[in-house]
Nanobody
Framework: QVQLVESGGGLVQAGESLRLSCAASGRTVSSLRMAWFRQAPGKEREFVASIPWTVAKTYYADSVKGRFIISRDNAKTTLYLQMNSLKPEDTAVYYC????????????WGQGTQVTVSS
């Protein structure tokens, strides 16, 4: 089993920044691929970014590329999402997710943290 706990959400104005954190436990993190997803009211959950624990190869959705940075701290078993130049359309509940490197879908999820960006 994998337990994920997000934190760092809040209310900010357009153009400002936030950093989200995700603490992972319950399984050797080196065997996992980690990701951030988000879900706005009335919309489906969408992929934001991902990174393995052992290889520095990142993936980003086109909507956040150049503004968001995903990173990790192996010693703290923590995943981060640095969000810069925030826009009102970034408003959503942000979720931390994990899957085995051999799995095709994310099946471990955190409780989510709210990010609201005002214009």
């Amino acid at each position: 089993q994998v337990q994920l706990v997000e934190s760092g959400g809040g209310l900010v104005q357009a153009g400002e920044s936030l950093r989200l954190s995700c603490a992972a436990s319950g399984r050797t993190v080196s065997s996992l691929r980690m990701a951030w997803f988000r879900q706005a009211p009335g919309k489906e959950r969408e992929f934001v970014a991902s990174i393995p624990w052992t290889v520095a190869k990142t993936y980003y959705a086109d909507s956040v590329k150049g503004r968001f940075i995903i990173s990790r701290d192996n010693a703290k078993t923590t995943l981060y999402l640095q969000m810069n130049s925030l826009k009102p359309e970034d408003t959503a509940v942000y979720y931390c997710a994990a899957r085995l490197e051999t799995s095709g879908s994310y099946n471990y999820w955190g409780q989510g943290t709210q990010v609201t960006v005002s214009s």
